[in-house]
Every structure is written in structure tokens, then in C-alpha cells.
């Protein structure tokens, strides 16, 4: 075939939104004017809005690993006790960070695949009351799991202790009600479902987590939450912006706010049943025991190298999806779900894995996969005409 379009079909970066994109051409404005304060402040407000929180929402000019290191290195002193969950590579990335920081961390650790169970945590809890902070993915997108937000969070809160959720890819697909289930530390990343480039890390800090940075001793300086706090009160980051982002973002966040928060994660969540349901009728099997909605996990038929799946997207569709990361490169791959896609992607996504598994002798009948897309498709419609 002659003409391939780029997809992005990976949990980050995602599909961008265009008019966010034109949006950018207008980033050759200076950030010390009032012009880019108004454009900064309303980004600011519609994204506090889009987190459904009363908690005050920070912009950093960073990767999500940026909100990370800075909620670590604000709150907490070295040597405080913490519990951190780790399902996969981003658990372990709680567990590199809170270790440089010398905090003394009682690392809850699962196979691959596998969630940190609420009862695990509580226990923890028990084991050792003068915890200061529990560290948790909400979406493991390294594996495609869902962690128990909810009623992790309603264990933390009855303690002194704060919850910090890494929510990079957990924003847009799964209900994460901030303010009502106790999440005091919530981190987001612009390139998912905020169908933006990557660039751009969000933090939100509850009053309880507030109250740790009065009393924390960690060093840090360009992650500054109070810093980050009083120039955003102003209207302005504290240090250069990355404008064009911001501007991206502000447009972003009004198609989010038109389409509604609950409708973006809806659509995840329709997204994921249909592309597991389609892998059940190719005879495959997921590799998440409690799948989430932000990328769908699959184990490679026996005998296949899943490199050998990414590399076809690649090469006959120009589509990008994502391999195993660690000990998993090789035996799964990753469809993601968040953010710009819609049914029409999922077709395309099912029916050219149809073609590349059938092409490396994995039993396929065509249009099976994409027939059970479908049925996820036209089940949900009557539910959309009603609403």
C-alpha cells in the first residue's frame, strides 16, 4: 500500500487533539505579559475544574516523573516511614525515587500482572502507625492493571499518614473523585488523556498534604510546591513556561470540559471492554488480573515474540503500539485507550492484528475481533441516545 499514516497507538505519548495543536502556533508570546497570565490563569482554572477538585492544581514544565519527584521531595523528611505499592516498571519508579530521598520505605511488591490488594496496605498500616505517606499508581500502564483506588484511599484517610497517587494514566479513564475519597497528592502528565505533547506535569495538594510541607526537610528548589502555588495565585509559573504547551492545554482542556470527564473516561472504558472482548474471540489471553481502562495488556500467542506484533503495526500499518517493558518485553503488548481515540481507531487497531497474527501462524478468522468491537459499539448506543 502506498500511503501509511503515523498512528500513535501507545499509552503515551497519545493522539493529539488538532485544534490544541493550532492552538501552540500561537506560542510566540512573552510569559511575563498579561496577555499569557490570562491564557495561564484560565488553563490553571479549567484544569482544576477537569480534576474535579477544591485542591489547589500545580503546572510544572516537566515530565510526569517531575510532579513525582516533587511530591516526595516537599512533603516528607529523609528517614520518614512510607509505604509504597509496586505492581510494575512506574511502582518502581515510586520505589527509585522515594529511596534517593532516604526515605524509609516498606515496599509492597507484586508479580507483574498482579494489583496491590487493599487489605496488604492495611495491614501495612497497622504494622507501623507512625507512616507519613502511601505511594500508588492508579493505573500501571507497564502492565494494564487498576489498582483499588478508592477503598485504599478510605484506609489512608483514617490515619495521619497521605495518600499520593500517580494518576499519569489514570486521569480521563477511571473515576478518581479527589476531594470525596481523600486523595491528597494526585500527579498527571499532558501527552494522555489531555491530548497533548508531552512537557507538562500536574500535581494536586490536599490541605492535609499542605500540612507536610511546613514541617518537611527534603532540599529542592525548581520543584517548589509553595513556590509553584504563590506564582500561580499571580497568574505565572516560576520559572520560564513551556508556552506553547500551555496554550495547547488551555484548548485541550475546553474540548475535555465540552465533552465531560465522565463521558472522556466512558469512552476509555468502552475502548478497553471491546479490545478485551476482541482478544477473547482471537484466542488470546490479557495479561492484567484487574484490567484497567488506559492501555489493554496482552500476552503474545505461545511461541511469538510480541516484537514480532509491534513490528508489524510498524511496518504494514505505520502504527506504533507498545511492547513489554522489563522482564515483560517480548511476551505482552500494550492498546491504549486514553484520550483522542474512538470506535473507528479500534476497528482499524483490531482488524490490522487480525492481519499480522494470521500472518505469523496464530489461527485467526477474519473479522472476528472486529465483530465483537462492534457488538461493544452498538450495545452502548442505545445508552448514548438516552442521555
Known amino acids: ?30 510569559h511575563r505579559t498579561e496577555e499569557f497570565r490570562n491564557a495561564y490563569r484560565s488553563a490553571l482554572a479549567d484544569l482544576k475544574e477537569v480534576y474535579g477538585t477544591a485542591n489547589d492544581v500545580l503546572c510544572f514544565a516537566a515530565s510526569g516523573t517531575g510532579a513525582m519527584d516533587a511530591s516526595v521531595s516537599n512533603l516528607f523528611s529523609r528517614g520518614d516511614k512510607v509505604i509504597v505499592c509496586s505492581a510494575g516498571k512506574f511502582g518502581e519508579r515510586w520505589v527509585d525515587i522515594t529511596k534517593a530521598y532516604g526515605l524509609d520505605a516498606n515496599v509492597l511488591k507484586v508479580e507483574y500482572g498482579d494489583v496491590v490488594t487493599p487489605d496488604r496496605v492495611e495491614a501495612a498500616l497497622k504494622a507501623e502507625p ?3 505517606g502511601v505511594f500508588i499508581q492508579a493505573s500501571e500502564t507497564s502492565t494494564g ?17 497521605i495518600f499520593v497517587v500517580d494518576a499519569i494514566t489514570g486521569i480521563g479513564t477511571m473515576p478518581l473523585d479527589i476531594d470525596g475519597w481523600g486523595l491528597d497528592v494526585v500527579v498527571g502528565g499532558s501527552q494522555k488523556a489531555f491530548m497533548i505533547p508531552p512537557g507538562l506535569a500536574f500535581l494536586s495538594v490536599s490541605p492535609k498534604a499542605w500540612k507536610f510541607a511546613d514541617t518537611a526537610t527534603l532540599p529542592h528548589y525548581y520543584f517548589s510546591l ?4 504563590k506564582s500561580g495565585d499571580a497568574g505565572e509559573s516560576s520559572w520560564t513556561p513551556a508556552t506553547s504547551l500551555v496554550m ?8 475535555i ?10 469512552n476509555a472504558q468502552l475502548l478497553a471492554l ?3 472482548e476482541a482478544c477473547e474471540e482471537l484466542g488470546l489471553e490479557l495479561f492484567a488480573k484487574r484490567p484497567g481502562s488506559s492501555v489493554t495488556a496482552v500476552k503474545a500467542p505461545a511461541g511469538m515474540d510480541s516484537k514480532v506484533i509491534v513490528k508489524g503495526f510498524k511496518e504494514r500499518f505505520g502504527a506504533i503500539i507498545a511492547n513489554g517493558q522489563g522482564s515483560m518485553q517480548g511476551q505482552i503488548f500494550r492498546m491504549a485507550h486514553l484520550g483522542y481515540f474512538d470506535f473507528a481507531d479500534m476497528f482499524g487497531i483490531v482488524a490490522g492484528l487480525e492481519l499480522i497474527l ?21 450495545s452502548a448506543q442505545p445508552k448514548k441516545a438516552n442521555a
Open 1 to 30: 500500500m502506498h500511503i501509511r499514516k503515523q498512528r500513535l497507538l501507545t499509552p503515551g505519548p497519545t493522539p493529539l487533539y488538532p485544534p490544541a495543536l493550532h492552538a501552540m502556533m500561537a506560542s510566540d508570546i512573552h
Open 130 to 132: 507512625a507512616t507519613k
Open 145 to 161: 492493571v487498576e489498582h483499588d483506588i478508592q477503598t485504599i484511599a478510605g484506609l489512608v484517610k483514617n490515619t495521619e499518614a
Open 226 to 229: 509553595k513556590k509553584e502555588k
Open 248 to 255: 495547547a492545554l488551555g484548548e485541550a482542556l475546553k474540548y
Open 257 to 266: 470540559k465540552k465533552t465531560g470527564v465522565a463521558n472522556l473516561i466512558e
Open 274 to 276: 471491546a479490545t478485551r
Open 358 to 378: 494470521r500472518a505469523n501462524g496464530h489461527r485467526v478468522e477474519l473479522g472476528k475481533g472486529v465483530a465483537a468491537v462492534q457488538r461493544v459499539y452498538e
